[in-house]
């Protein structure tokens, strides 16, 4: 168990929050910027580090892991919120206390769910030994290196073996599928140069079960970013889905396809820990019913937000910011502030240089003017979480954020 910071007052309220992510930090950080004496903050993770899943793709292309990677005690420096590393694996609500994994014990007065959702794998087989998730820092550092490995493996290699290792697939064609098959199209040209591999041998295909791309968003949209990640040499094959999976072949309905490589996003859903707690009620998605001021339905003191929370727009980074900021207002004045149905902004980049950008009720934004709005908000988030020097560091370098950290040395 790490502790970080905490204070150094006997504390009245004890505020648990679970989760290291968006909401979590969020929660944490709006609670101790009210600076109640009364109020023991603390963060449990089982992570000591915040990790900005929305930019992945770019470690897989061999970006620093400095940019999306930053220390929980660089985010809480100097503030009265004790961390604990730790994963929780059991919840009781009727003794209000939290359970680790290492074996500590965390009671509360109020309990915060930020735990997010994992992937799934809809019971296909194979699919789940044989492919590459893409929900963390390891997991893009892992792909960067088997796709360094496999390219390094092609110029000895007969035509049909090149042809297997030289292919990839991607399956799922929501956002992080499209970012990640957008950055794949211009990263595996630097190998094929690095690795002397003829660039005929080198495909990549989006696998979508759905009729479009990005099928949450207007037909319009969906078809201009078909049509870029096409102008980038990706084939997008829709109305696909995926049977089984082994080590060297991918099984669509009706087709094989031959690879080595096969990145799954096509499927989250809520965190098991949710599950675990038997009070809870869930609707779409394994997610847990909320009232308006998302309590879990029925409890006075238990707040799910972000992923696990069926709210409308949950899933989403912005959304979880905002449902941290509203569960630290409604622990600060109970019942206060209600879910405001926000929409967020959408904004996909489909290979460097080129982004849309879209919010609910405006004109879609592409190319340039769209990566740019994609930049300054990956650059808000950093400001969110850190002092704008700090911030301007990591965003526009990857540079370390603290004096000594080891977090993102994971190969």
Known sequence: MEQINSLTSKPTTKVLIVGGGFGGVSTALNLAKANRSNLHINLVSDRSHFEYHAALYRLVAGSSPLEVCIPLREIFKNTAVEINIEKITHIDLEKSIALGDAGSRYPFDYLVLAVGSDTVYFNIPGLKENSFGFKSIAEALALNKHLNSVFSQCPAQDPLT???????????GG????????????????????????????????????????????????????????????????????VKEDIESLFLKDMEMKTKTVVWTAGVRANPLYESIKQFEFGRGFKVVVDEYLL????????VIGDGADTKYSGMAQTAILHGEIAAKNILNPCSVKVSETPPQYCVPV??????????????????????????LDFKVFRFLLPFNKALDAFKSGRSVCDSCDVCSVN
């Open 296 to 303: 879990a339905k029925g409890s006075s003191n238990i707040f």
């Open 175 to 242: 956002a992080s599928g499209v970012e990640l098959a957008g950055e794949l199209a211009q990263f595996t040209k630097k190998l094929s140069t690095q690795y002397t591999v003829d660039p005929k041998f080198v495909k990549i295909d989006l696998v979508e079960r759905a009729e479009r791309v990005l099928p949450t968003l207007p037909p319009e949209i969906s078809q201009r970013v078909q049509d870029r990640l096409k102008s980038l040499g990706v084939n997008v094959l829709l109305n696909k889905e995926v």
């Open 351 to 376: 290979g460097r240089g080129w982004s849309v950008f879209y919010k609910e009720g405006s004109t879609p934004k592409y190319g340039y003017i769209g990566w740019i709005h994609r930049r300054l």
């Open 162 to 172: 090149k042809e297997c290792l030289a292919h990839m697939v991607v399956v799922g």
